[in-house]
T-cell receptor
């Protein structure tokens, strides 16, 4: 089993929709989780992070962690065409390196 | 400081040739990471430096790969005798982390990547 699993999509939604992106993880020792956004042919950029308990909200984005089921979610409200990108979840490994899922490709149609 | 930069952005080479990539991290960032990303996959960790010391290497980093960070600033990643399977995006990231905070929040800033195509 991979340490981080993510449905690669693609996921296509109309503009204004609420988007739910999800990851599962296997290592209960992960202390926090990052969400990166990657536009085509660009490097990943940090969207937000959350520690392994509770939720975090930042504008239209909300990150949730469910430790009991080892499930991480990122919600995007009022999605915009500019949100079209690949979303990667990434907890840190023991050396601080990030362990990325495959990423979910999101397309928001105007 | 405009962020992490990488050079070249694209490299096309023939199988068997050697290639070298450069990464310039954000000033004063003491950690520098190299990742490799293939199509449809997330980035995979290759190696990282704390200042000039290379502290960890992934099993993905075969003996054809070597990385350096000679003065704790920029880093180079060299691939010798390239193979078609080396074709990927090579990403560099930097961060600042204290020695006592290895498990603390460690925001990594990524460069734009070097896209390698081995023919």
């Amino acid at each position: 089993q991979k340490e981080v699993e993510q449905d690669p999509g693609p996921l296509s939604v109309p503009e204004g929709a609420i988007v739910s992106l999800n990851c599962t993880y296997s290592n209960s020792a992960f202390q926090y989780f990052m969400w990166y956004r990657q536009y085509s042919r660009k490097g990943p950029e940090l969207l937000m992070y959350t520690y392994s308990s509770g939720n975090k909200e930042d504008g239209r984005f909300t990150a949730q962690v469910d430790k009991s089921s080892k499930y991480i979610s990122l919600f995007i409200r009022d999605s915009q065409p500019s949100d079209s990108a690949t979303y990667l979840c990434a907890p840190p490994g023991s050396q601080g390196n990030l362990i990325f899922g495959k990423g979910t490709k999101l397309s928001v149609k105007p | 400081d405009t962020g992490v930069s990488q050079d070249p952005r694209h490299k096309i080479t023939k199988r068997g040739q050697n290639v070298t990539f450069r990464c310039d991290p954000i000033s004063e960032h003491n950690r520098l990471y190299w990742y490799r990303q293939t199509l449809g996959q997330g980035p995979e960790f290759l190696t990282y430096f704390q200042n000039e010391a290379q502290l960890e290497k992934s099993r993905l980093l075969s003996d054809r790969f070597s990385a350096e960070r000679p003065k704790g600033s920029f880093s180079t990643l060299e691939i010798q005798r390239t193979e078609q399977g080396d074709s990927a995006m090579y990403l560099c990231a930097s961060s600042f982390l204290g020695w006592s905070n290895s498990s603390s929040y460690n925001e990594q800033f990524f460069g734009p990547g070097t896209r390698l195509t081995v023919l």
